[in-house]
Structures are given as C-alpha cells and as structure tokens.
C-alpha cells in the first residue's frame, strides 16, 4: 500500500510564491517517479512537473522558469517551488507517484492565486 501527503497549498497573491510538498509511504521501490499534476475547475489534469530517481526533470510549458521541482529520495518526499505565480496558476495540485506501469495520486491540495 502507498500513500502520498500533499502539504503546502494556499492563498497568494499574483507574484507570490509557495512551496509543495509530498511525502510517500508504504512500499516504494526506487526506481519510480515523482511529480505534479494540476486541474482547474472545468479543465483536465495536467502535468506540471516531474523528476524521476535520478533528478532528470520535466515540466509543463505554462510553468517553465517560474517553478522548479525536486527530491529528496532519502525521504521520499517530492517538493515543487512555484514563483511568479499567476492567477491562472489557480488549481488543485495533485501529487503522483509513478512505479513502472502503476500510479499512485496523493489527495489533492487547492492553491489559490488572487489578482
């Protein structure tokens, strides 16, 4: 069984700043990846960044040079720092691990970016 903990959402203002962070347990194999997904009222989930064990990262277009993910494997936590926020960043932030052909999802945090 694998559980993720989503902490760190909230409310700022547009240019603001805030740091995500998700913690999974259970069992976890090394070999996996952890990132970030997103959806906003009446829009489908999307990507918002990812690393894999090694560091490699990805990261959506709409958020490239504004936030930056990264890990710390010995803790099996998963942290998105996210800058020059902007309203449109408004959305539910879902965690997700990925092990092989298995995903796992965290239980969702609202951050709210106000104008």
């Known amino acids: 069984q694998v559980q993720l903990v989503e902490s760190g959402g909230g409310l700022v203002q547009a240019g603001g700043s805030l740091r995500l962070s998700c913690a999974a347990s259970g069992s976890i194999f090394s070999i996996n990846v952890m990132g970030w997904y997103r959806q906003a009222p009446g829009k489908q989930r999307e990507l918002v960044a990812r690393?894999?064990?090694?560091?490699?990262?990805s990261y959506g277009d709409s958020v490239k040079g504004r936030f930056a993910v990264s890990r710390d494997n010995a803790k099996n936590t998963v942290y998105l720092q996210m800058n020059s926020l902007k309203p449109e960043d408004t959305a539910v932030y879902y965690c997700?691990?990925?092990?092989?052909?298995?995903?796992?999802w965290g239980q969702g945090t609202q951050v709210t970016v106000s104008s």
């Open positions: 690393i894999t064990y090694v560091g490699s990262t």
């Open positions: 997700n691990l990925n092990i092989g052909d298995r995903d796992y």
